[in-house]
């Protein structure tokens, strides 16, 4: 693992920034120097390195690293439960659908379709505009974006391991169709998947900070990267780093988890599925 990682000098640096964040997030009651919503005193809109303020403070007064460690926890947990739910469901869906196929397979990927049909982060807007702001129905809208791409991944990847010898030896041997799916295919399948979760997570974590730009995700005061970039948006022209602070931020957890899923690409010889 060392070796591998001394070879790709971008993909550790790409586990360590991910490893930063989620430290960040775990321990920001301990790392925060000041309290994240109230004023860390007088001084506002202070610039990045100013006394006793690493990163500066925003239009309130405060303390935007503070922000920055507790705004990392909304976007961790949200785009991690997002993914689960997302591989949990696509994954169910996929699996019976490729293994059955007939019917079945038409019924349910007609119907991945449909969710297909719309742009994805279009369709997470409109789930949480009809189920209202907050972290669950967040993490529920971009579920439900994603559920369709490891759905079409395994349904391709179980239609495949449907046709070989090992699970036409099961079918021979009188085995159930719920065994042979869930011992037999489902542990063949599982590599392009977890190379799938691992770039959705980027695009999660994406769509998580879209969402509270828009107002329609982790509501003020709680920190969050995106809505941090929305307020900082305001003040670009008189203090142009409470918008790029966050927005760093962001660009840079997205850039690391599409750099971890090429590299599991290549580390699990997982191939394109077409």
């Known amino acids: 693992m060392i070796s591998h990682l001394a070879a790709r000098p971008v993909v550790a640096v790409s586990w360590t920034v991910v490893a930063l964040v989620l430290l960040a997030a775990v321990f920001a009651p301990v ?8 004023p860390a005193g007088s001084d506002r809109l202070l610039p990045p390195g100013a006394p006793g ?62 969710v297909l049909a719309f742009p994805l982060i279009l369709l997470a807007i409109v789930i949480v505009a009809a189920l209202g702001p907050g972290m669950v129905n967040v993490i529920i809208a971009i579920a439900v974006s994603q559920i369709p791409i490891f759905a ?23 085995f159930r169709s719920l065994r042979i799916m869930a011992r037999e295919i489902a542990p063949n399948v599982v590599g392009p998947v977890i ?4 770039s ?13 730009y828009l107002g329609l995700g982790i509501q003020p005061p709680t920190p969050d990267w995106g809505y941090m970039v929305k307020e900082g948006q305001e003040l670009l022209f008189l203090s142009p780093s409470a918008a790029l602070v966050p927005g760093i931020f962001i660009a840079v ?22």
């Open 31 to 38: 790392l925060a120097p000041f309290h994240p919503i109230e």
């Open 53 to 114: 303020h690493l990163l500066g403070t925003d239009q309130f007064g405060r303390d935007v690293l503070s922000r920055i460690f507790w705004g990392a926890r909304p976007v961790i947990i949200i785009s991690l439960a997002a993914v689960v739910l997302a591989v949990g469901i696509g994954f169910a869906v996929g699996l019976v659908a490729g293994y059955l196929g007939g019917w079945v397979d038409m019924v349910l990927m007609r119907l991945m379709d449909v």
């Open 152 to 174: 079409r991944l395994v349904r391709a990847l179980a239609a495949r391991e449907a046709r070989k010898d090992y699970v036409l030896a099961a079918q021979a041997g009188g």
């Open 195 to 198: 190379v799938q979760a691992s």
């Open 200 to 212: 959705t997570v980027a695009v999660a974590a994406l769509f998580s900070a879209a969402l509270s």
């Open 253 to 274: 957890f997205v850039t690391a988890w599409n750099f971890i899923g090429d590299d599991l690409r290549d580390v699990l010889a997982v191939e394109e599925v077409r």
